[in-house]
């Protein structure tokens, strides 16, 4: 079950962009990216709220709840929710200029990249041999993508889309290295992506005033938001909280890998999007680097499973 439920959680996560672009027109990817969180964000914090209060109802009177919800655990909750709502407007722009499979591969494979990068950068801890050559396998597949681009397409992919797919990336990077941080430190998983959740719905909400959101007016648009909302970020991201429990480290990372191979699919079937060969070939060798990555990650279960994904 847990197994199925992280698969689950990666194919949900996988329909993002596809969902974005069959849906209306007059969208930006900000107005996307707002509403998605103010949605997904509020039922993630629900959610997650009432399971953190159940576990710790079930918990022994006498058991350690943690470091409770002191200054720096809710600074890193904050942070956490600050980058996954500067996550979706990023995201959203990658797909937008360079299509839904261009995008989510260039955002998902960044994402394990610079993550490692920035924990180097903390903690001082040189990479395993495996990390730096799957690291530099993704790169180079990340470059021919970007040189690739669609098939039939002039000039490569668009380096404004490239860029926000890699800053979407890096800011999951940073949620990752400080949920980490947090789980380190004893607090509840639950907790820690319940405060993710609210922060995330909350700073959304302040910017609802400055973007045009008249598409939620129809059908197409509210099914769009609910979709994105609450099943690739609510359900998705409690599914994946729950399965990861169960999980060894490699297990996780390689069922991970059923996001970008759904978007990769959805882009090529459902939107007719064709991939020229370069492309294809980065789309290969970025696979292969992420599958190195997550069979060098192979441990005994990891109990910190943020560090995997989005």
Known sequence: MHVLAVLAAALLFGTTGTAQALGPEGTTPLSIGVMRMVIGGTGLAVIAFLLAARHHRRMPADASRGPGWGARPVALMVLTGFCLALYQPLF?????????????????????????????????????????????????????????GEAGGTGGTDPVGVLGSIGAGASFAVIANAQRRLLDSGCDPFTVVGGMGASSAILSAFVLPFVDISWMGTTAGL??????????????????????????????????????????????????????VLAIVGLLVLAFGLALLAWGSRAARDPRPFAVEA
């Open 223 to 276: 099914v769009m938001a609910l979709w994105l909302g609450l099943a690739t970020i609510s359900i998705a991201y409690v599914l994946f909280t729950w399965g990861l429990g169960g999980l060894t480290a490699a297990t996780a990372a390689t069922l991970t890998l059923g996001e970008p191979l759904t978007a990769s699919i959805l882009g090529i079937t459902v939107l007719g999007e064709r991939l020229s």
């Open 92 to 148: 959203f722009l990658g797909t937008a200029r360079n299509g839904v499979a261009v995008g989510t591969v260039v955002a998902l494979g960044s994402a394990p990249i610079l993550a490692g990068l920035l924990e180097w950068a903390l903690t001082r801890r040189v990479p395993s041999a495996t990390w730096m050559l799957a690291t530099a396998l993704a790169t180079v597949g990340v470059a021919l993508l970007g040189f690739g």
